[in-house]
């Protein structure tokens, strides 16, 4: 019965290298969005789409890719990775203004 | 541009104690309030959130929360804290919007001692 799930949920990388993150809801949600949350426990929104359109994106470096091959899926790609890019990445979906967040995937880049 | 406000980064109550975390926003027009719980390790729960109408919210695990427009706050409160509670409490604020991003504060740790 998981409503918003991601994988992997560790990931462990070396800089500059290339990885991905999937998120998918069964929820039947409109709307997908990306969260980081860094060291000291922020949550900041990244990207948000609705109905695989993209609709915010929060000065995100070009780096990070969001792709959205249909509304209950928003997978999450990173070029070149770097060391500040190390954070727990969180996928939620909405239909109205209540959030739903998944478990959580925690990118560590060494 | 909206912002939420979590005063206090730590706090300590002992298991029994009352509790309340304090939660301030800054929105051009009527918010949509939300408190969330993230233990650790783990992703992020909805403990209660705040539309329209009556200002006290009841959540889950024995949880609520007042909104109160003249201070633009929505602290939670809860009578009688357990050791279960201790995590990392966010307050959120988002537009009247479907689909539009939360704001989240900065967080509350909150521990519990014995």
């Known amino acids: 019965d998981t409503a918003v799930s991601q994988t992997p949920k560790y990931l462990v990388t070396q800089m500059g290298n290339d990885k991905s993150i999937k998120c998918e809801q069964n929820?039947?949600?409109?709307?997908m969005y990306w969260y980081k949350q860094d060291s000291k426990k922020f949550l900041k929104i990244m990207f948000s789409y609705n109905n695989k359109e993209l609709i915010i994106n929060e000065t995100v470096p070009n780096r990070f890719s969001p792709k959205s091959p249909d509304k209950a899926h928003l997978n999450l790609h990173i070029n070149s990775l770097e060391l500040g890019d190390s954070a727990v990445y969180f996928c939620?979906?909405?239909?109205?203004?209540?959030?739903?967040f998944g478990p959580g995937t925690r990118l560590t880049v060494l | 541009a909206q912002s939420v406000t979590q005063p206090d980064i730590h706090i300590t109550v002992s298991e029994g104690a009352s509790l309340e975390l304090r939660c301030n926003y800054s929105?051009?027009?009527?918010?949509?309030l939300f408190w969330y719980v993230q233990s650790p390790g783990q992703g992020l729960q909805l403990l209660l959130k705040y539309f329209s109408g009556d200002t006290l919210v009841q959540g889950i695990k024995g949880f609520e929360a007042e909104f109160k427009r003249s201070q633009s706050s929505f602290n939670l409160r809860k009578p009688s804290v357990h050791w279960s509670d201790a995590a990392e409490y966010f307050c959120a604020v988002g537009p009247l919007r479907a689909g539009n991003m939360l704001t989240f504060g900065g967080g509350t740790r909150l521990m519990v001692k014995p």
């Open positions: 929105y051009g027009a009527t918010p949509y």
């Open positions: 929820l039947g949600h409109d709307t």
């Open positions: 939620a979906s909405s239909q109205s203004n209540e959030q739903f």
